[in-house]
């Protein structure tokens, strides 16, 4: 479970990584962000996220804006305080039939940009509960990468206006996660990000561990 991330990389090179991928990019705001580095990105933190312009439509370009991480489902009526669940994460296994992620997945997916997440693990195997190793994990040979997302807007009593929030995909840990921790966020890099948004395209299965060697990990 992924519960800490950053994002480092300075707008331009995103721009430039949807440029190379042909894939129009604009704003919600309208213009672009001031948008500073931030290397420790936590749940009900905003954070960047990209989301496609026509969502039948995923190669018209996609709309960056900022949503609040940890996904509030559209059926939530109470206030935000009371939506208990731990939505930051959706497991890939269950993202298609879980009540709180199936519409998103069938409707409303995203990308998440980023630089870098961590993962924790116990100093001993023994505790658990003791002192943890903080794992510092990026993608090989890439300055940014996309968490596949969910992202949905619920109307919860006494939020002014809507809110919009989002969750990670999680998977099986990968060969180069196994070691530090059971499970790892879904990375999607290049053209796997453009498919992820396509609602006619793989769908479930881009939802897979990371290939052995694509991911750099290192305590922090």
């Known amino acids: 479970m992924c519960n ?4 480092n990389a300075p707008i331009s090179r995103l721009i430039d990584v949807f440029r190379q ?12 962000p001031n948008l500073p580095p931030r290397d420790l990105i936590r749940p009900t933190d905003p954070a960047p996220v990209l ?31 009371d939506w208990k669940a731990l ?33 924790w693990s116990p100093l001993d195997p023994a505790r658990p509960k003791g002192p943890k190793t903080r794992w510092r994990v990026t993608a090989a040979g890439e300055e940014i990468f996309f968490f596949a997302g969910l992202w ?6 006494g939020h002014e206006g809507a809110l919009e929030s989002f969750a990670l995909a999680t998977c099986a ?15 999607l890099t290049g053209r796997q990000a ?10 479930k299965a881009l939802l897979s561990p990371s290939p052995a060697g694509t991911l750099h990990v290192a305590a922090d």
Request: glycine fraction near 8%; aromatic fraction near 12%; charge should be positive.
């Open 4 to 7: 800490a991330y950053g994002f």
């Open 21 to 32: 991928l042909d894939l129009p990019m604009t704003w919600a705001e309208g213009s672009v």
């Open 51 to 81: 989301r496609p312009l026509a969502p039948a439509a995923a190669g018209e370009g996609v709309v960056f804006s900022e949503m609040r991480w940890w996904l509030v489902p559209f059926f939530h009526k109470g206030g935000v305080k």
């Open 87 to 119: 939505t930051t994460n959706a497991r890939s296994e269950s993202i298609d039939t879980t009540a709180t992620f199936r519409e998103p997945y069938r409707r409303r997916r995203c990308l998440v940009p980023a630089t870098h997440f961590f993962e």
């Open 152 to 157: 949905d807007r619920a109307r919860p009593a």
């Open 173 to 187: 840990a990968g060969a180069d996660m196994a070691p530090h921790h059971p499970r790892q966020p879904v990375i």
């Open 194 to 203: 453009v498919d992820w948004l396509r609602l006619d395209g793989p769908g």
